[in-house]
């Protein structure tokens, strides 16, 4: 069974910090594209960033490259994103994703992806 576990999740207030944590207990999905994303209240899921296990390669949608920071731990199964600087606007669920494919083959955006967690909620106060 394919699973997908984000953690990290929390309360904080503006200009706070959060890392997240995106853990696959799979052995299928050890080699994957994985990718973090996010819905806020009444709005669709957008994406924020993804790396590829394989070879590290990167990509994160411009208007959030400049505070967060995507990562792969010591583990291999894990994924890490690096939240600073952090806004109101940035209060939602974050989900992260994966796939088999490599990154650099598919577009950044939801439906790319097969394999989903069940997402940690963020809260950043004002």
């Known amino acids: 069974q394919v699973r997908l576990e984000e953690s990290g999740g929390g309360s904080v207030p503006a200009g706070g910090s959060l890392r997240l944590s995106c853990t696959r207990s799979?052995?299928?999905?050890?080699?994957?594209?994985v990718g973090w994303f996010r819905q806020a209240p009444g709005k669709e899921r957008e994406a924020v960033a993804r790396?590829?296990?394989?070879?590290?390669?990167?990509y994160y949608v411009d208007s959030m490259k400049d505070r967060f920071f995507i990562s792969q731990g010591d583990a291999e199964n894990t994924v890490y994103l690096q939240m600073s600087r952090l806004k109101p606007e940035d209060t939602g669920v974050y989900f992260c994703?994966?796939?088999?494919?490599?990154?650099?083959?598919?577009?950044?955006?939801?439906?790319?992806?097969?394999?989903w967690g069940q997402g940690t909620q963020v809260t950043v106060s004002s």
């Open positions: 994703a994966a796939d088999t494919r490599r990154c650099m083959n598919f577009r950044l955006s939801p439906d790319g992806f097969r394999y």
């Open positions: 799979t052995v299928s999905l050890r080699s994957a594209c």
């Open positions: 790396i590829d296990s394989r070879d590290g390669y990167t």
